[in-house]
């Protein structure tokens, strides 16, 4: 079960601090079979803003959860409005340094494999390949009554076509890909039903209150099993949907490495955690590892 997020969680004073020295991300990275997990802490520097953090979205932002989505009509509105706009704004996201940065480490052969909690595909848009998207993504929507998998442009244009004029200003964005509105921004906002049953579609992600697709965890499972090292990239581990392969991985005695300016929920079973911002600190690595990271791609 995917929990929603609280603010309740401080990490302990007595957490070990993070340090600045990268040298256990480039000695993981050297010895190679390293599991990338990634979390939001990646994509702010895309534009994205982490639900916490800093500019950390939680203490404004409620996350749909599956059950108000699939039990209120009403629910599902505010939740399509917000998100077609949401929409917007990751459609114009980039990947960053970091993302980049993953790619090349993939490229040169020293990743076994990228999990990602997000469902913004831009380490995709990087380049990396073969990217499990443990919380789905965005840019897919499914019909909850048939099963129908659609692209989401596809949705967008319908949406567009149904409310003509739709414009708001959103107070702000969130992971989730679904930004800030008041009910009066929202007004008759028009939702659109399945195009081959009527349905009710969603966004193939993984909503809070909702499990992760079994089979998708026991891949990750097995992608911990086979890989040499396990490192986690901008991800507090708040949620145990990340947390789980952060301890497979340290109970079968594979070193943990967490790069994240704050403290994580995996902090006691790493053997570092890198407090840096991800863009910088994998880009100093690659260089330190002589790889040649892309350069950002001029919109
Ligand atoms: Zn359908």
């Not at 040169?108 to 789905?136: F, K, M, P």
């Amino acid at each position: 079960m995917r929990m929603r997020p609280t603010l309740s969680w401080t990490p302990g004073a007595d957490l070990p601090p993070g340090t600045t020295d990268l040298a256990p991300v480039a000695d993981a990275l050297r010895a190679g079979g390293v599991l990338v997990l990634s979390g939001a802490g990646i994509s702010t520097e895309s534009g994205i803003p982490d639900y916490r953090g800093e500019g950390g979205s939680l203490s404004r932002h409620t996350p749909m959860t599956y059950q108000d989505f699939t039990a209120h009509p009403e629910a599902r509105r505010r939740y399509w409005a917000r998100s077609h706009l949401g929409w917007r704004t990751f459609g114009r996201a980039r990947p960053n340094a970091g993302h980049r940065s993953v790619a090349a480490f993939g490229r040169h052969g020293l990743l076994t494999g990228v999990i990602t909690q997000n469902v913004d595909g831009l380490h995709q848009a990087a380049g990396s390949e073969g990217v499990v998207e443990l919380h789905g993504s965005l840019d897919r929507v499914v019909c909850l009554t048939c099963g129908d998998l659609s692209p989401r442009r596809e949705l967008a244009r319908r949406l567009e076509e149904a409310n003509a004029g739709f414009a708001p200003v959103a107070a702000g964005i969130n992971p989730d890909g679904d930004a800030d509105l008041t009910d009066e921004q929202v007004g008759d906002f028009r939702v659109v039903p399945c195009a081959v049953c009527g349905g009710i579609l969603k966004p193939d992600v993984v909503f809070f209150g909702e499990n992760v697709p079994p089979a998708r965890v026991e891949h990750c499972r097995e992608l911990v099993r086979e890989a040499s090292s396990l490192l986690v990239l901008g991800s507090s581990l708040t949620v145990m949907s990340g947390l789980r392969f952060v301890r497979q991985a340290a109970e079968a005695d594979k070193p943990v490495v967490i790069v994240n300016r704050d403290a994580t929920r995996g902090d006691r079973l790493a053997v570092t955690r890198v407090a840096l911002a991800l863009g910088p600190a994998l880009t100093t690595v690659a260089d330190r590892l002589g790889l040649t990271v892309e350069a950002a791609a001029t919109a």
